[in-house]
């Protein structure tokens, strides 16, 4: 428990002192000026998201090769701290999009696809509702999880590939693209601050499916007597 | 500073998304521990094995 609460405290820590640095460190952007700092904590928690999903994907696939349940707990925690995270992405996006291109949404590749990854992800989670059976449920939720990862390369690869209303990449990007040197720390340092969020809601979700496997259990041993 | 208020709306939002999450996640823990508590006062002899 102790372990959990310093991880916690470490967590909004570097989250406080991420956001600190985006909007006092970080110098302002010549053509967007102050709207551009949503981007530190948009982008950093779009790359929580996809690593979440990433590791959603393994646990499923593990699950299939290996069909231990706590894979296909890993797998639901991942896909629930996900959904959050691209929920987050889905919100903060319009908002700084709203005052930089005059409107809130377009249907350009790299929001559809988002907008899709969101979905997949719903999907997944709502599908695990339907299913009684434990075995089953953990078995078509895997399988589903592993066909909906094929959106998160799409999802990075929009605006790569295709021309699109959303910036193009300023890390990876390629030639002429790139951030300052203050931004880039200070982006990095959100990145490492989100996914450290999204570290301690992984542990916090997982020992809740612990748990729920527990109550199971012990309603299987009541019921036997 | 123009647009400075979206950004602090932005902030918020995308907090009150994750805070959410962590308070949805602590009360089904509350509530499935409860649960466990119950469960194991009823087959005490379970437990006890535990």
């Not at chain 1, 690593?51 to 994907?57: A, Q």
């Not at chain 1, 231990?68 to 987050?88: F, H, M, N, R, S």
């Not at chain 1, 959303?166 to 951030?179: E, K, T, Y």
């Not at chain 1, 040197?181 to 301690?200: G, I, S």
Request: positive net charge; contains cysteine; aromatic residues 14%.
């Amino acid at each position: 428990m102790v372990k959990r609460l310093i991880f916690g405290a470490i967590a909004i820590l570097l989250v406080s002192l991420g956001a600190y640095a985006a909007l006092y460190v970080a110098p302002d952007e010549r053509t967007m000026g102050v709207i551009q700092r949503i981007f530190y904590f948009h982008a950093a928690t779009a790359w929580a998201g996809e690593t979440t999903f990433f590791v959603c994907f393994l646990a499923n696939l593990l699950y299939i090769w290996k069909r231990q349940p706590k894979y296909d707990w890993l797998g639901v925690t991942c896909a629930e701290v996900g959904v959050a995270c691209i929920t987050v992405v889905l919100i903060t996006g319009p908002i700084w999009a709203h005052p930089v291109w005059g409107i809130w949404w377009t249907w350009d590749a790299r929001l559809t696809s988002t907008f899709v990854l969101w979905l997949l992800y719903i999907s997944y989670l709502l599908l695990r509702t339907l299913i009684e059976e434990a075995d089953r449920r953990a078995v078509l939720s895997a399988l589903f999880g592993i066909f909906a990862f094929i959106d998160v390369p799409i999802v990075f690869g929009a605006i790569r590939w295709w021309r699109t209303q959303h910036p193009a990449p300023v890390i990876m990007g390629g030639p002429g693209s790139g951030l300052d040197p203050t931004m880039r720390r200070v982006f990095f340092f959100n990145v490492l601050a989100m996914h450290v969020l999204a570290a301690f809601l992984i542990v916090e979700r997982y020992l809740l499916e612990e748990t729920k496997h527990d109550v199971q259990t012990l309603q299987r041993e009541a019921e036997a007597r | 500073m123009k647009n400075l208020n979206s950004v602090f709306a932005a902030y918020i939002i995308g907090w009150s998304v994750f805070f959410l999450l962590f308070v949805s996640i602590a009360k089904r823990s509350s509530d499935l521990r409860k649960e466990v508590e119950r469960l194991k006062r009823s087959t005490p002899g379970k437990s006890q094995e535990k």
